[in-house]
């Protein structure tokens, strides 16, 4: 069973699987240690923001590889797992979709 922490209005705040020993003081706004977690925290969100952007990037060069691979027919598209098979064919028929609605698009701007 977990041992969970609430704040003052009851929310749960934290789980934990051993009971925790917590205590909490008031610190000034511009006290340094404060500040410096703020900042550690602030650089830990702004490196996860930017490994998730890095990882969005990959994915569509692996989805380009993986597409000249079968055209150039180094690898069959029915050799890879039907998993992947799956995947690559719903992100095909979104690319797919999405240059079908910019040409719509496109072509209502001449209209207004």
Same mark, same amino acid.
């Given at each position: %069973? @977990?041992?969970?922490?609430? /704040?003052?209005s009851?929310?749960?705040?934290?789980?934990?699987?051993?009971?925790?020993?917590? +205590?909490?003081?008031w610190?000034?706004e511009e006290d340094?240690e404060? &500040?410096s977690?703020? &900042?550690e *925290?602030?650089?830990? $969100?702004q490196?996860? /923001?930017? %490994?998730?952007?890095?990882?969005?990037? !990959?994915?569509? $060069?692996?989805?380009?590889? +993986?597409?000249? *691979?079968?055209?150039? &027919?180094?690898?069959?598209? +029915?050799?890879? @797992?039907i998993?992947? &098979?799956?995947? *690559?064919g719903?992100?095909?028929? %979104?690319? +797919?979709? %999405?240059?079908? !609605?910019?040409? *719509?698009? /496109?072509?209502d701007?001449?209209?207004f």
């Amino acid at each position: %069973m @977990p041992y969970v922490i609430k /704040n003052s209005s009851g929310k749960i705040v934290g789980a934990f699987e051993d009971e925790q020993k917590i +205590t909490s003081e008031w610190v000034e706004e511009e006290d340094k240690e404060l &500040q410096s977690y703020k &900042q550690e *925290l602030k650089s830990q $969100v702004q490196a996860k /923001n930017e %490994m998730q952007i890095s990882d969005l990037d !990959l994915i569509r $060069v692996l989805e380009d590889l +993986t597409e000249l *691979l079968i055209k150039k &027919q180094v690898i069959a598209f +029915t050799e890879l @797992p039907i998993f992947a &098979q799956q995947k *690559l064919g719903t992100r095909q028929k %979104m690319r +797919t979709d %999405m240059v079908s !609605l910019k040409s *719509l698009i /496109n072509e209502d701007e001449g209209i207004f």
